[in-house]
């Protein structure tokens, strides 16, 4: 029969062994290959996995446990079942590992993540432990702890304890009660800290009073992602912007929607109303598709769609199907071709042409006037009649300006000679 006593001992030689997936040997461990070695050196044999740990021996209640037991949580919310198993030590503690990035270690039932993911204990046949005197069941005798001793064995620094009111005067009834991890648990869930804050922003709240160097690593790496974030979104912050977009992050665990929803709010025009970043990408695009759509678009417009792109109120196909409702009512008589993907600069391509040539001006496009009224001539019955290009012709020979053009006088001299041959007197 083994003890669980002897069994602890041999798991603490461990202590600091690093994590590694599918270890069982000293090198390194995983959670159930460090189970299954410590208890193998003590002659009891287990399964390999977690997954089959926890149908060895009897269930037993948090509060019945004792050295030797087997603790099991559920980590991973998407698979279901246990996937974490640890040693329990005494004292509302558990020596464990982690998972990657951390080693072999001893924790407290009595943490947020833990008692959140509880799954139960175990008790493994032939491990046994000291019987408690008197006879009878063998069971855990815990020595009376102070306040900081206690709150160290619910996984919470003394310190914390202060910086809130209500867990503080619960700390000092555990210590005259000396509650045990479960009773702890059960009160604490109850508090309303627990029940209004967050697990992410408790974890962040006992890490900045737990580990203060920690909690200010994770807060400068948080601040320098939010920078950077910042940068490719085009976004203009403030120290103070980044410092408020950090700490939600790292308190609440903000997701990209969260966080783009948050930078959206400070895209802003740079020198010479210019837009950097993913903003001043989709600026571009909404000034291109305006453009080929005959709309026209104020730097305000461009900006406000920018932002609710970046913050993901909307997308670019609705950015673009409202710029085409509004060519649709700007050209009623091109309507249907707008809706059905046509471009008003190419509807306006035959006109823009014709007029650059007639009146040598450069860059006419579907924004010239005189091609816009031809687009939207409104005949005799009131209805949308574009003009053919003939009209068009004529409206712009009919323009002071195309008499002073070369063309102008090229068709007078062929007029002029023209009627000279009528009269015989040219030929």
């Avoid at 007029?415 to 040219?426: E, I, N, P």
Wanted: glycine letters at 10%; proline letters at 5%.
């Amino acid at each position: 029969m083994a003890r669980g006593e002897d069994i602890i001992a041999s798991a603490r030689k461990y202590l600091g062994t690093p994590y590694v997936w599918g270890g069982a040997k000293p090198g390194g461990f995983d959670c159930s290959g460090l189970v299954q070695y410590v208890f193998q050196q003590h002659g009891v044999s287990l399964p390999r996995v977690t997954y089959d740990q926890i149908n060895v021996g009897s269930s037993v209640p948090q509060n019945k446990l004792r050295p030797g037991d087997l603790v099991f949580f559920d980590t991973d919310r998407k698979r279901g079942g246990a996937d974490h198993v640890g040693i329990y030590v005494g004292g509302g503690r558990f020596i464990h590992t982690p998972r990657p990035g951390q080693s072999v270690k001893v924790s407290s039932l009595a943490e947020g993540y833990y008692m959140d993911r509880w799954m139960g204990g175990r008790r493994v046949p032939g491990v046994s432990a000291n019987a408690a005197s008197g006879g009878g069941e063998a069971l855990e005798v815990a020595p009376k702890l102070d306040a900081s001793e206690l709150a160290e064995t619910y996984g919470m620094s003394y310190a914390f304890f202060k910086s809130q009111p209500e867990l503080w005067k619960m700390l000092n009834s555990a210590v005259e009660g000396q509650w045990d991890p479960t009773r702890f648990q059960s009160e604490v869930k109850n508090t309303k800290w627990w029940k209004t804050t967050s697990e992410p922003a408790r974890q962040a709240q006992v890490l900045a009073k737990t580990d203060p160097a920690t909690y200010q690593a994770t807060l400068e790496a948080a601040r320098v992602q939010a920078r950077a974030i910042a940068v490719k979104a085009g976004a203009i912050m403030t120290e103070k912007n980044v410092d408020a977009l950090a700490r939600n992050m790292v308190h609440f665990q903000w997701n990209e929607a969260q966080v783009a929803n948050f930078v959206g709010q400070y895209i802003k025009f740079g020198a010479e109303k210019v837009l950097g970043g993913a903003a001043g990408t989709a600026a571009r695009e909404i000034k291109r598709q305006a453009y080929e759509l005959g709309v026209a678009v104020t730097d305000q417009s461009i900006l406000n769609n920018a932002q609710y792109l970046l913050r993901g109120v909307t997308t670019m196909e609705q950015v673009q199907n409202g710029l085409r409702e509004q060519a649709a009512g700007l050209y009623p008589a091109f309507a249907d071709q707008i809706a059905a993907g046509a471009s008003v600069q190419e509807l306006a391509q035959p006109y823009a042409q014709m007029l650059a040539q007639e009146l040598g001006q450069p860059n006419v496009d579907a924004f010239s006037p005189k091609v816009k009224a031809a687009l939207n001539r409104i005949g005799a019955d009131g209805q949308p009649a574009p003009m053919s290009l003939t009209e068009f012709a004529q409206t712009v020979r009919s323009d002071p300006a195309w008499r002073r053009t070369p063309a102008a006088a090229d068709q007078t001299l062929a007029v002029g000679r023209q009627v000279l041959a009528d009269m015989g007197l040219v030929r």
